[in-house]
């Protein structure tokens, strides 16, 4: 047998450096993967050994659940409004802060320190927050204002925002600074000497070379609020009743507490499949943009 | 000239308010940010009766490091600390160790094999585990490596991989393939070129991985909650979800084991932050 | 000689056996706790250590509410340990399920009273030593009372009176904190044993039959209108993002007159002020005929698969033996001296208490009780009607049985 080729042993050994995690990533999120699948089929409990088969059953009670809705109602609705909410504030944050302000570095920090902590903490401070100290606050600057915000189906989604945005606005912040910080200053030389004023600077000049960082931001924004849980435990406990429930919340209460594993994996699988395709969509869209621009 | 002085002066004058005003604001801004920063490290030094009667803005009376020394001892916060402290460190080391040999494989080949490995890998951005979690707590208990050190490590590393992976493949472009090529006409193995010429190039790339996933790992609660939840291996987060419900009452203890698991996470980042704001906005810039 | 040469070999045989039985076996424990018995590990740590220090305890506390039951299923794929601690009513699921391993007869259960062994039986089999008892009702400030000639209401419409009285002064009449969901799902299920359950013990098993529907039942009606009643006569705008804590603090403080509650309230009224003067009384039910609720509490279970039986059986006997330990117990959950004991003994006296289990054995907590908490704080939000409230239970009617 002819010895293999120098090329063929090359590849060989980059092939093992690949083997450890592909097994790893095989078996820790592949394969679970398909046994959710394989799940949602059934209607299994979690304690007994049998694994009833119900066919689409599961998927059904899906779309008829208000639960269910209710639960995607709320991840939709949390996630919109802070892609919207964070980005401005983080663009609004790092445009103030590029002008050449003194104490930049401690601003800087000041805002970032937050996203250090874990939500699940956040959540609990916070809570506290609207429980004791903003009222504390209120009662000495002499005003009746009601900050219970967790206490109200209505106002609750707000009362999260608050929080998430308090974490997270400095993390974004720095990635829109460096991004401003990378504009060569050429360019806005050149539009002030054509008499461009600062807002249209701002929106022919500034806005576009920001492209590739709203990129990242909305998508960053928009996974890490479609995933929220952690905070939810804590901060809400997914109350009052039922008004501040995401869906992975959801998933955890209808299999761990509730004892449905099936109908959980159920929802588990269309978590996933809306995922997907917010993710493709938004991918698709902005690299888009980004060229165009 | 006099004539546009006074325009000037006007134009310097608006720009000193202008200035003047925007710190102001910003002043104002970062005292209602620390607000909650000074609630935690205020509540954890008051009594339990100065919690529930006095204004929750006040300072307590007397500084009551009790409420520490409770929290390391009957709380056992150290112990937890050194859990999180370890699954951290090896899950961190693991995958920088795995991600980065898988990205410089394949960076360096154009092979369809590796083409296709590239986007599997990259499934794990679009499918993020918290999706799938409930299915991997299956498994996980199946293979019975719920409450054991090594589940929860091979747990975080499973699920980091997808990012690191993308992470350093992206970095892979800071490390020129000619010196490789050098290396491997001298004939260094692939093994051998990869730890002593690749590695000590990605060292900036590496350091922005390590603090990314540290954090994620550090502030990570469903995967542990869901793993680690005994006594002695349960992480920081799970101890304070735990007294945040169980022991509602003596959330003063709590918020001073709350000040214990930040303090150290803070001084690793502010003694990192240059890698780390590097490391943004290598990836702002180039998209 | 020969004989002291065997004599030795079987001293030193024995002796290894005994050194081998001194070895650590490690036991493993998961404890469900509430916020009353968190520390309870130390105190009974030491009483297995008094009395068997060749055993260790390998503790994993999780909070009752929400995660023992998840805890448990875990581990009925993964292997359960040896001993879980949870409430009475775990008793009931956990041996119906088989995951439990009798202990009837056993000599340490000589130590535990005889109604706590009774209601721990099920078919002629023991499953559970329950360690204490936890009392359910409305804890009151006895000074607002005294200090207004307020007499504890036996009727619903006495407890309207005393309710517009309190009104009338200024004073809240009920302490709530409706952001714990758990709080409604509570007081609903004390309301449900006093004016369902005592009626009518059978009354889950024909709702699980089909013959009786919340929606159409003028009892479940009624107690889930008394949390509208409690909510009208409660600090309305802000119960729902009022933690406990800050709840029993207003009672203590006299801002508020009543609290339906259990004892797990006790040690925060005791913490704000050492000498609060308190006293407890049974939701007065629309019969007029209440009864104050206790509930077994810390149950320590044997599970069925334990490769340790003796070690554990050494276990329950070190906790059941041991005095100084029941009383350090009873002090850190209970606070065993305070002053709503008084009223306990009365009602105790006359036979006016009421065993949880009535009720909770026949409702179970995760998936239906919680879940109905939610659909009534809905409800009283005003994003559902009660109505729904009520069909919303009844369409969990196959996940009811405990």
Request: glycine share 16%; aromatic share 12%.
């Given at each position: 047998m002819p010895k293999p080729s120098f090329q063929t042993v090359r590849t060989a050994q980059f092939l093992t450096l690949i083997v450890p995690g592909l097994l790893l990533f095989t078996v820790g999120l592949i394969l679970p993967m398909f046994l959710g699948l394989y799940y949602s089929f059934t209607s299994w409990d979690?304690?007994?050994k049998d694994f009833p088969f119900i066919g689409f059953d599961n998927f059904v009670r899906i779309v008829q659940d208000p639960h269910t809705l209710d639960a995607w109602g709320f991840t939709i609705e949390f996630t919109l409004w802070n892609t919207i909410i964070q980005n401005v504030l983080a663009l609004f944050f790092a445009v103030i802060l590029d002008?050449?302000?003194?104490a930049k570095t401690f601003y800087r920090t000041v805002l970032f320190l937050?996203?250090?902590?874990?939500p699940i903490v956040a959540g609990f401070v916070w809570q506290h927050m609207y429980i004791d100290v903003l009222p504390g606050f209120g009662s000495l600057l002499g005003t009746k204002i009601n900050?219970?915000?967790?206490?109200k189906a209505d106002t609750v989604l707000g009362g999260l925002l608050i929080v998430n945005n308090w974490q997270f606005i400095g993390y974004w912040m720095l990635i829109y600074l460096a991004a401003l910080q990378s504009i060569p200053a050429e360019l806005y030389e050149s539009a002030v000497v054509d008499g461009a004023g600062s807002w249209v600077q701002f929106v022919k000049i500034t806005l576009p070379m920001l492209a590739p960082a709203f990129t990242i931001c909305i998508v960053g924004i928009t996974a890490g609020s479609l995933r929220v849980y952690d905070l939810l435990v804590s901060a809400?406990?997914?109350?009052?009743?039922?008004?501040?429930?995401?869906i992975i919340f959801h998933i955890y209460n209808t299999a761990?507490?509730?004892?449905q594993y099936g109908y959980g994996s159920a929802l588990s699988v269309s978590l996933i499949v809306v995922l997907l395709i917010i993710a493709l969509v938004q991918l698709g869209y902005l690299k888009k943009k980004e060229i165009q621009l | 000239m006099n004539r546009f002085q006074p325009n000037k002066k006007r134009r310097q004058l608006s720009h000193l308010v202008r200035r003047a005003f925007l710190q102001l604001f910003m002043l104002v801004v970062s005292a209602a940010f620390l607000l909650p920063l000074y609630t935690v490290i205020n509540f954890s030094l008051k009594t339990k009766k100065e919690l529930y009667?006095?204004?929750?803005l006040a300072l307590p009376?007397?500084?009551?490091f009790d409420n520490y020394s409770s929290a390391l001892d009957r709380l056992h916060v150290g112990t937890t600390f050194l859990n999180t402290f370890l699954y951290t460190s090896v899950s961190v080391f693991f995958l920088a160790l795995i991600s980065g040999a898988a990205a410089w494989a394949i960076a360096r080949n154009r092979g369809r094999f590796f083409r296709f490995t590239y986007v599997y890998f990259l499934l794990g951005i679009l499918i993020p585990f918290q999706a799938l979690f409930l299915p991997i707590y299956i498994v996980g208990n199946a293979l019975h490596l719920t409450n054991t050190f090594y589940g929860i490590i091979l747990m975080y590393v499973a699920t980091g991989l997808s990012f690191s992976i993308f992470l350093m493949t992206g970095f892979?472009?800071?490390?020129?393939?000619e010196l490789e090529e050098a290396a491997q006409i001298d004939g260094c193995s692939i093994y051998r070129t990869y730890f002593s010429i690749v590695l000590p190039l990605l060292k900036p790339a590496m350091a922005t991985l390590v603090i990314l996933q540290a954090f994620a790992i550090w502030n990570d609660y469903l995967l542990a909650s869901l793993f680690v939840s005994s006594s002695s291996l349960k992480t920081l987060n799970v101890l304070f979800q735990q007294l945040f419900s169980t022991?509602?009452?003596n959330y003063s203890t709590a918020m001073a084991g709350v000040m214990i698991s930040v303090v150290p996470i803070s001084i690793l980042f502010l003694s990192l932050q240059k890698y780390f704001i590097k490391g943004l906005s290598a990836g702002a810039v180039k998209g | 000689m020969k004989i002291t040469r065997i004599a030795g070999a079987a001293l030193a045989v024995a002796m290894l056996f005994n050194g081998l039985g001194a070895w650590a076996q490690t036991v493993r424990i998961l404890d469900g706790q509430s916020t009353t018995d968190a520390g309870i590990e130390k105190i009974i740590d030491a009483a297995v250590a008094a009395k068997y220090p060749g055993i260790k305890l390998d503790w994993e506390i999780v909070?009752?509410?929400?995660?023992l039951n998840a805890k448990v299923q875990q581990y009925v794929q993964s292997g359960l340990p040896d001993i879980i601690v949870g409430k009475g009513q775990d008793l009931a699921t956990y041996s119906s399920k088989k995951l439990l391993s009798p202990i009837t007869?056993?000599?340490?259960?000589?130590?535990?009273?005889p109604d706590a062994v009774k209601s721990a039986t099920f078919d002629g089999k023991t499953y559970g030593v329950e360690y204490n008892a936890l009392y359910q009702g409305v804890y009151y400030n006895k000074k607002i009372f005294k200090d207004n000639g307020i007499a504890v209401p036996k009727t619903q419409a006495e407890l309207a009176a005393v309710i517009k009285k309190l009104n009338s002064l200024g004073i809240t009449p009920f302490a709530t904190?409706?952001?714990?969901t758990w709080s409604i799902g509570n007081i609903t299920m004390q309301f449900a044993i006093n004016d369902i359950f005592n009626k009518d013990p059978s009354w889950a098993e024909k709702f699980r039959a089909g013959k009786i529907s919340y929606a159409t039942s003028p009892e479940a009606k009624a107690i889930y209108s008394y949390n509208k009643l409690i909510y009208d006569n409660t600090w309305k705008d802000e119960t729902f993002s009022l933690a406990q804590t800050q709840a029993d603090a207003r009672l203590v403080q006299g801002k508020a007159a009543m609290k339906v509650s259990g004892s797990w309230s006790i040690q925060n009224f005791l913490d704000v002020d050492p000498s609060f003067d308190f006293g407890v009384f049974p939701f007065p039910n629309q019969a007029g005929n209440a009864k104050l609720i206790f509930e077994p509490n810390i149950t320590f279970m044997k599970s069925a698969?334990?490769?340790y039986s003796d070690a554990v059986d050494k276990v329950f006997d070190a906790i059941t033996s041991n005095k100084e330990a029941a009383k350090a117990i009873y002090d850190l959950t209970?606070?065993?001296?305070?002053?709503s004991q008084k009223d306990i003994d009365a009602l105790a006296a006359k036979g006016q208490l009421v065993d949880a289990n009535s009720g909770n054995l026949q409702l179970?907590?995760?998936?239906f009780q919680d879940e109905n908490a939610k659909d009534i704080a809905a409800w009283l939000q005003g994003s559902e009607t009660l109505d729904q409230a009520l069909k919303a239970a009844d369409s969990r009617r196959g996940v009811s049985k405990p």
């Open positions: 979690g304690y007994t002008t050449g302000l003194k937050p996203c250090l902590v874990a900050f219970g915000l967790f206490g809400t406990g997914g109350g009052p009743g039922r008004a501040s429930t995401s761990l507490n509730a004892q | 009667l006095d204004n929750p009376h007397a500084w009551f892979m472009t800071q490390v020129p393939v022991t509602s009452s | 909070g009752w509410g929400t995660e007869g056993k000599p340490y259960l000589n130590n535990v009273l904190h409706f952001l714990d698969t334990t490769k209970t606070s065993y001296t305070n002053p179970v907590w995760g998936g």
